[in-house]
């Protein structure tokens, strides 16, 4: 399957953003996750979410703050990010998986990125 992330761009301290993830066929029978990479630093998690829309984890960052969501309707992962701080600063990346997994390395599909940029 192939992913297209969009929805990145600027904003300032508290504001918000919605990234979407297009997947190009049915991707209900695959996990979801999105992953960020900041500069400088390693990739990590942020979001995973269950093929029927359970089973949500969020990173210790981001909890309370961003919200995963899929619409297998339109195979269409999202992330809802409000009240975003200048350390999320990133580079967010979808991904697609047979499993769980807060790690990257299970997860055999990834979308090229999409660049969030929070300004203080």
């Known amino acids: 399957v192939q992913l297209q992330a969009s929805g990145g761009g600027s904003v300032q301290a508290g504001g918000s953003l919605r990234l979407s993830c297009a997947a190009s066929r049915t991707f209900n029978n695959y996990i979801m996750a999105w992953f960020r990479r900041a500069p400088g630093k390693e990739r990590e998690f942020v979001a995973v979410?269950?093929?029927?829309?359970?089973?949500?984890t969020y990173s210790g960052s981001v909890k309370g703050r961003f919200t995963v969501s899929r619409d297998n309707a339109k195979n269409t992962l999202y992330l809802q990010m409000n009240s975003l701080k200048p350390e999320d600063t990133a580079v967010y990346y979808c991904?697609?998986?047979?499993?769980?997994?807060?790690?990257?390395?299970?997860?055999?599909?990834w979308g090229q990125g999409t660049q969030v940029t929070v300004s203080s």
């Open positions: 991904a697609a998986g047979p499993y769980i997994s807060t790690l990257s390395s299970p997860y055999n599909f």
């Open positions: 979410i269950g093929r029927l829309g359970g089973s949500i």
